[in-house]
């Protein structure tokens, strides 16, 4: 058996006498001391986000009581579970929860969106990583519901929701099916125009959006080369340090080299 299988299982019976006797305490120990382990982090995080799904969408009466749990795990404060303690996998787990219980159906994805909104903006990176990786899991099933609300995010969020946007939506997978490319490109546009009449681009939060659409970006092209590599070349006319730093890593990017070799080394050598 893999460790993947025995998280599975482990977690499984864990959530199952969670829900017939209500009490956390072997739960939360049991993630808590495996979660301490090298490399433990996605694999039992995986594990639970795929039990708690299988469990919640076989009855609802189960679903509210996962619902709760999971909205109790992400509840932990700061000062609770800081950056690195042990404790912030509670949190992801919490976060991943909400995101798949989204996932259900369009009534349980929009008060899903409000957490995932939340989670974005915490001061713990690892927290912000759990609320992206909601987003995909909640876009992957309910992309009707999904796709406006993170326009309405990136027309009117902070730097940090902006960015669990876009990482949302580049899932790999999920840009292989329809539409999703569509609706990633004029996500990121809207980004970009933001970025490009901000005034404000000192703070931590700007960074971390700057970073993430240094790869992105590319991500989007590959799968709308057309549109794509236009949209980049128009990017790349412009004067604003921050936008042509986005370009040249986008650039730089692997796919997009051994794919488009010739169209990377025109754009590039267009941007200086």
């Excluded at 609320?131 to 519901?145: E, F, N, Y």
Aim: charged share 25%; net charge negative; proline share 6%.
């Amino acid at each position: 058996m893999t460790a993947k299988e025995t998280y599975i299982r482990d977690v499984a019976r864990l959530l199952s006498g969670f829900i017939a006797s209500g009490n956390t305490t072997d739960l939360l120990g049991y993630l808590t001391a495996e979660g301490g382990l090298p490399g433990a982090d996605p694999e039992l995080t995986g594990a639970f986000t795929g039990v708690v799904r299988e469990f919640a969408a076989a009855d609802p009466d189960d679903r509210r009581l996962l619902w709760d749990l999971c909205i109790m795990l992400a509840d932990i404060p700061p000062e609770g579970a800081p950056a690195s303690d042990l404790h912030e996998l509670l949190i992801s787990c919490g976060i991943r929860g909400i995101g798949t219980i989204g996932s259900l159906s369009p009534a349980c994805a929009e008060p899903a969106l409000t957490r995932l909104a939340e989670a974005s903006a915490d001061p713990r990176q690892r927290i912000r990583e759990a609320a992206g990786m909601g987003v995909r899991d909640i876009l992957s099933r309910q992309r009707d519901t999904v796709i406006p609300e993170l326009a309405r995010w990136v027309e009117g969020g902070s730097w940090l929701t902006m960015r669990a946007a876009i990482m949302g939506i580049v899932e790999p997978d999920l840009l292989g099916e329809p539409d999703i490319p569509t609706a990633a490109f004029h996500l990121h546009r809207k980004v970009l125009i933001r970025i490009y009449t901000a005034k404000e681009r000192q703070s931590e939060a700007f960074g971390a959006l700057r970073a993430t659409l240094g790869s992105t970006l590319a991500l989007v092209i590959a799968a709308l080369p057309g549109i794509g590599f236009e949209y980049l070349r128009q990017l790349a006319t412009l004067d604003d340090p921050d936008i042509r730093w986005i370009v040249r890593e986008n650039l730089r990017e692997s796919g997009l080299q051994k794919r488009y070799p010739e169209t990377v080394r025109h754009i590039g050598a267009q941007i200086g």
